[in-house]
């Protein structure tokens, strides 16, 4: 059975910086991509980050001031997010198992989310 476990959101003010972590279990995803979406509310789902071998991909919203990084031997996907602005505020879910790191229909596995809220 695969599980997605995502930590480390929580509440900092703009400008400041959050790393998020994705612990994978039940299978390994060193072949395929692992990445980053974020929902605020009522809004829709968008992509963040993706990383695919070495390849990171970004949303041009956080290019700059984000990095995803993974460890394969720790099957863990990172998010560095830094100057971080109150637009950022959303649930951050991490996916796995993407061959088109960009669309979240194209990912099988999703975690359950974790909040993320900068204040002004």
């Known amino acids: 059975q695969v599980e997605l476990v995502e930590s480390g959101g929580g509440l900092v003010q703009a400008g400041g910086s959050l790393r998020l972590s994705c612990a994978a279990s039940?299978?390994?995803?060193?072949?395929?991509?692992m990445g980053w979406f974020r929902q605020a509310p009522g809004k829709e789902r968008e992509f963040v980050a993706a990383?695919?071998?070495?390849?990171?991909y970004y949303a041009e919203s956080v290019k700059g001031r984000f990095t995803i990084s993974r460890d394969n031997a720790k099957n863990t996907v990172y998010l560095e997010m830094n100057s971080l602005k109150v637009e950022d505020t959303a649930v951050y879910y991490c996916?796995?198992?993407?061959?088109?790191?960009?669309?979240?229909?194209?990912?099988?596995?999703w975690g359950q989310g974790t909040q993320v809220t900068v204040s002004s």
């Open positions: 039940g299978r390994t995803f060193s072949r395929n991509a």
């Open positions: 996916a796995a198992d993407s061959q088109t790191p960009r669309f979240y229909s194209s990912y099988d596995y």
């Open positions: 990383i695919m071998w070495s390849t990171t």
